[in-house]
Structure formats: C-alpha cells, structure tokens
C-alpha cells in the first residue's frame, strides 16, 4: 500500500462522501465516493499507506469561512475580509482562502458561523487551516464555542500561545506545508449556543479583545466541526449544509479470496499504525460472513488506553480461543508496527517487531473462511477506527520460526 499507492484489483474499496488526504507534493487532495485514499507526510513526503477512518460529519455549512453565501453565510464583526484571496494558495493548491483582516476597533474581531443542524451539549472537535502573510500580519489567532474557552495559537512558531476557559479537553497545531498549520481544540461543550467562532488574538499573552490598526491579518481556510471525542479526523468540505465521510470498507471476498487463501497453512504479515486507541486500528482479519465469531487477526488491539498491545489471534466458533498472543507496549500511536502470524494446526507462532518468537504447539482452525477485511471487528463499536495500513503479505504456507522474526524486524 505505502509503496505502490493502489490497490491490488482483488480488494474492494468503498466510501461514500467527500474526503481529503494529503499527496507526495504535500497539497491537501479533494475527493468523492470510494476514492481509496493514500495518505503522505507533510514534512518527509513519505508515503504513510492506505488511510481508512471510521465516519465522521463536518456540521459547518460551508467549511471555507466567507459571507458571500446565499443562506447560512459566515459573519464578520469588527473586520473585514476577502475571498478567494490570490496572495497565496490555500492547502488544497487553489486560490479559495480568506484573508481576515481586523479594523481599528478595541473589540473583538470576529469570523463566525452558527451551523443551521444546531449544536448539542456534548464533545467537539473544532479545526482550522490557518497562515500568517508575509507582512501586516496578526500572527494569533484563537478559536472557541459560545460559551467555552479559547485556545490561541502563534501562526509564526507553529505553538499554542494561550489556553483558557472552560470545556478544553485538549488541542494542537501542526504544520501541512507552505506556510499553513492545522489548528484544533476539543470541547466538552457544556450548552446548546451555536456559534463558533474564528477571533485575531491580542499576542502571546494577550488577550482576544484588542485595538486593530485595519491592516493586520491571517488567511483561514478549512473550518471542521466534528461531534466527537476521539481524535481530529482528515478534511471533509462542506458548502451549503453538513457533509458526511462515510466509513470505509476494504474487503477481499468471493472467489477472489478463496484462490487467494488456504485453510490448511499460510502466514499473515502485516506493518500498519494507529490512530485511535481503539481495537480495530490497524488490523487485518480473516472471518467467516456466516458467523463472525469465527476469526483469525493480526494488528492492534487496545486494551486501554495507549496500552500499545498488538496481537496474533485464532478463534472458533462458540468463543474458543485456538492460539492468542498479545504482545504488550509493542506500538504507539501514529507509529508503524510490525506483525506476523504463522499458522497450521497445532504448529502456531508469531511475532511483532523483530521480537522473539511465540509458538502454541495445541489448537486446530477446522472452519473455512470467506472473507479478508482490513480494520473491521463487527463484535467492537464503532468498527471502523482511523490507521494507516502500511503493507499486508500473505503466504499460503507455514513460515519458520526464523521467517515469521525477520519479517517483522
């Protein structure tokens, strides 16, 4: 997946909705319905693999703050802006940021938008692509909900300057090249008043209310509003409404996955990462479509949080563990891991970065699967959970002892 940036034609992929992933030239790449995504690293350009993530809806209407719009538009107050500005490219390699710009007012100077589904009394994670310009620039800017607290962010260091107030339950800043960061905050919203809010922000230890001079200014672009308390997900763009990410679903199946696998012996070997403390981050399972509770899996499982367990599992029908190994502390988060599994009746072992092997003399695996799935446990809520899957090998024998180390090393 990492290497080649597709997808074996045997494998189906499927998503519906609008998603985003960022490409080898660091520019954020737009999308629709079951566009498999290849995800890179904004600094090294390295490719990080296949990005699957579980649904999630942006509840802004439109997610690039303007007021131009004919129904539920963003607000200014005590500024002013401009739209599509082509001082500079926004993530996405076009000229559709705004530039926000304050005015000579003691205020605050506010961009702000009520999303028309409304907003509840539970958590959110509320992002924004943000540049400074080359001159006349603010520098800060901080972000908030009605009634919560405000996190402030140095545009020009890439740091949080400030946090304070109530309902911050975590936030961050991170680079995504030429110039832009992606800022976050997650609230535990404590009422229903609607309004978020996009606030220039008075220096390192300022404040958000401050006497503009009318020129300074910030470029904004890619507002995301999730109801969520997980973790920030990839860029969903929206206009004229919400807009939803449907889960991701990538399966082998039919005929394709029976000249693919055999029952009898063969070796899983799997690099992939987490992205949610959760079990179906960055797995790779083998089932039976029948029952489901007939399974063989490598990959991640969390047994609390930052547990870092991965682990090789067989089980058979009526809940009867044939061969489990858990190896504890062996991944952490947005890291790579490695894991193998080597399988034949009463012959089992595997292993997960390089580590000595773990061999099970007792066990038999009798049922015939139908089914590879990648990051999908029906047993586990929400089955779907954020990874990257880096590569996935399969062998259709037993791999030695010394095989089954050396490929996760």
């Given at each position: 997946?990492?290497?080649?940036?597709?997808?074996?034609?045997?494998?189906?992929?499927?998503?519906?909705?609008?998603?985003?992933?960022?490409?080898?030239?660091?520019?954020?790449v737009?999308?629709?319905?079951?566009?498999?995504?290849?995800?890179?690293?904004?600094?090294?350009?390295?490719?990080?693999?296949?990005?699957?993530?579980?649904?999630?809806?942006?509840?802004f209407?439109?997610?690039?703050?303007?007021t131009?719009?004919?129904s539920?538009?963003?607000s200014?107050?005590?500024?002013?802006?401009?739209?599509?500005?082509?001082?500079?490219?926004?993530?996405d390699?076009?000229?559709?940021?705004t530039?926000?710009?304050?005015n000579?007012?003691?205020?605050?100077?506010?961009?702000?938008?009520?999303?028309?589904?409304?907003?509840?009394?539970?958590?959110?994670?509320?992002?924004?692509?943000?540049?400074?310009?080359?001159?006349?620039?603010?520098r800060y800017?901080?972000?908030?909900?009605?009634?919560?607290?405000y996190?402030?962010y140095?545009?020009?260091?890439?740091?949080?300057?400030?946090?304070?107030?109530?309902?911050?339950?975590?936030?961050?800043?991170?680079p995504v090249?030429?110039?832009?960061?992606?800022?976050?905050v997650?609230?535990?919203?404590?009422?229903?008043?609607?309004?978020v809010?996009?606030?220039?922000?008075?220096?390192?230890?300022?404040?958000?209310?401050?006497?503009?001079?009318?020129?300074?200014?910030?470029?904004?672009?890619?507002?995301?509003?999730?109801?969520?308390?997980?973790?920030?997900?990839s860029?969903?763009?929206?206009?004229?409404?919400?807009?939803?990410?449907?889960?991701?679903?990538?399966?082998?199946?039919?005929?394709?996955?029976?000249?693919?696998?055999?029952?009898?012996?063969?070796?899983?070997?799997?690099?992939?990462?987490?992205?949610?403390?959760?079990r179906?981050?960055?797995?790779?399972?083998?089932?039976?479509?029948?029952?489901?509770?007939?399974?063989?899996?490598?990959?991640?499982?969390?047994?609390?949080?930052?547990?870092?367990n991965?682990?090789?599992?067989?089980?058979?029908?009526?809940?009867?563990?044939?061969?489990?190994?858990?190896?504890?502390?062996?991944?952490?988060?947005g890291?790579?891991?490695?894991?193998?599994?080597?399988y034949?009746?009463?012959?089992?072992?595997?292993s997960?970065?390089?580590?000595?092997?773990h061999?099970?003399t007792?066990?038999?695996?009798?049922?015939?699967?139908d089914?590879?799935r990648?990051?999908?446990?029906?047993?586990?809520?929400?089955?779907i959970?954020?990874?990257?899957?880096?590569?996935f090998?399969?062998?259709?024998?037993?791999?030695s002892?010394?095989?089954?180390?050396?490929?996760?090393?």
């Open positions: 997946f990492a290497a080649v940036k597709k997808l074996d034609p045997r494998i189906t992929y499927s998503r519906t909705g609008p998603a985003s992933y960022t490409d080898e030239f660091g520019k954020v737009l999308v629709g319905d079951n566009a498999p995504r290849f995800d890179h690293d904004v600094d090294t350009r390295e490719s990080k693999g296949l990005l699957i993530e579980e649904s999630r809806t942006n509840v209407d439109h997610s690039i703050p303007r131009s719009y004919t539920n538009a963003w200014v107050s005590q500024g002013s802006i401009v739209e599509n500005t082509t001082e500079t490219t926004a993530p390699g076009t000229y559709t940021a530039k926000f710009i304050d000579s007012t003691n205020a605050q100077h506010l961009l702000y938008q009520a999303p028309s589904s409304g907003i509840s009394a539970t958590n959110y994670i509320w992002s924004l692509y943000v540049k400074e310009p080359a001159s006349n620039s603010q800017i901080s972000l908030t909900m009605h009634g919560m607290g996190v402030a140095d545009i020009q260091d890439g740091v949080i300057a400030q946090s304070y107030g109530s309902g911050i339950q975590g936030s961050g800043i991170y090249g030429n110039g832009w960061y992606r800022c976050w997650e609230y535990l919203k404590a009422n229903t008043n609607a309004a809010y996009i606030i220039l922000h008075n220096g390192a230890n300022g404040g958000h209310t401050y006497t503009g001079n009318g020129t300074d200014s910030l470029y904004v672009w890619g507002a995301q509003l999730e109801q969520v308390d997980t973790v920030i997900s860029y969903i763009p929206t206009s004229y409404g919400p807009a939803t990410r449907g889960g991701e679903t990538v399966t082998m199946e039919g005929e394709e996955f029976t000249d693919f696998y055999n029952q009898t012996e063969g070796t899983l070997v799997l690099a992939a990462s987490y992205l949610e403390d959760n179906t981050g960055g797995i790779v399972t083998i089932d039976d479509t029948s029952n489901t509770s007939e399974y063989t899996e490598v990959g991640y499982r969390a047994g609390g949080a930052g547990s870092g991965v682990a090789s599992y067989i089980r058979t029908d009526a809940g009867n563990d044939q061969y489990f190994k858990s190896f504890t502390s062996t991944a952490t988060l890291n790579e891991f490695k894991v193998a599994l080597a034949k009746d009463n012959d089992y072992a595997s997960v970065n390089g580590q000595t092997v061999t099970d007792s066990g038999t695996t009798s049922k015939v699967y089914r590879l990648f990051n999908h446990v029906d047993s586990v809520s929400p089955s959970a954020s990874s990257y899957i880096r590569r090998m399969y062998y259709r024998k037993r791999l002892n010394n095989q089954v180390v050396t490929l996760t090393s």
